[in-house]
């Protein structure tokens, strides 16, 4: 029996919505959780970026690069014990593992932005974009939040993310 083009059209219909939500659950393998901005005085030309990353797949997977809009350049970093004194290194990936979680958080893993374009104002909303190993990006809405350094920060020195950004 001949496929009617009522049969044709739900058949190419069908396979075109199958291509599109073939590489959506790939990146939502990646799920966000607690994302937030550092607040930072209107002087300020640098920010921090924290969230905790969970992978709910049975892949491992990496973060690669980032971007906002928020600032010029974004970076992934990490704090590093040298001789005694932590400071700020950028990392090449931040890897979560498959079942996993990794937290970005002061002190430890977290995205830089540089160069911000125009001072963060509490509440407001910053857009970043995470890039994954497997070629998939992840878009997300974090807000600006006064964040305070309990314990494992750098005091007077506002965990490594005050105004200027040297160390590097």
Known sequence: MPATPLH?????????????????VLAQSLSV??????????????????MVLHNGGEADLAVVDARSPAARVTELHNHVDVDGVMQMRRVDEIGVPAGGSTELAPG?????LIDLVAPL????EVEITLVLDNDQDLTLSAPVRRIEVMGGGMPGKDGGHGGGHSGH
């Open 8 to 24: 044709t059209l739900r058949l190419a219909l069908a396979g075109l919505a199958i291509s599109f939500v073939t590489p959506s």
């Open 121 to 124: 104002q509490e509440g407001e």
């Open 33 to 50: 959780e607690e994302a937030q901005v550092r607040a930072v005085p209107p002087v300020s030309t640098t920010s921090a970026a924290f």
């Open 108 to 112: 430890g893993l977290h995205l830089m």
